[in-house]
């Protein structure tokens, strides 16, 4: 179960935090330092509890509801953003899965300890 919490916009699914005021992750007890767009692309995919986030919800997530700077972000910087994802949170057993023609999703390894 994800909780979200409006206040200090943490998303916590169990033992999983992300928090994008300070843009850390942290599993296990150990914390990973996010850049501030990796780290809103990361409370989004949370924010669906496991459920596939299309790209122009992500990029909204990021750069913005309306659309007004999405020229200036393309294809790439999505990608790019969602690369530096993957690899921060893979040493915390925490899964970024592109599902092609979809979007992205996010998925705990519950098997998977520190």
Not at 57 to 81: F, H, M, T, V
Not at 96 to 112: F, L, N, P, S, Y
Request: proline letters at 5%; one cysteine or more; a positive charge.
């Amino acid at each position: 179960m994800v909780e979200y919490c409006p206040h200090c916009r943490r998303v916590m699914p169990e033992e999983f935090v992300i928090d994008i005021n300070r843009n850390l992750a942290e599993r296990w007890g150990r914390q990973v330092r996010l850049t501030p767009n990796v780290a809103e692309l990361a409370h989004a995919l949370w924010k669906a509890d496991g459920n596939i986030v299309n790209r122009d919800r992500l990029k909204a997530a990021i750069w913005g509801a309306d659309g007004a700077c999405w020229p200036q972000y393309d294809e790439n910087s999505l990608s790019i953003c969602t690369s530096k994802l993957r690899e921060a949170l893979r040493p915390l057993g925490i899964h970024v899965i592109t599902v092609h023609g979809a979007g992205v999703r996010i998925e705990v390894d519950r098997k998977a300890r520190p």
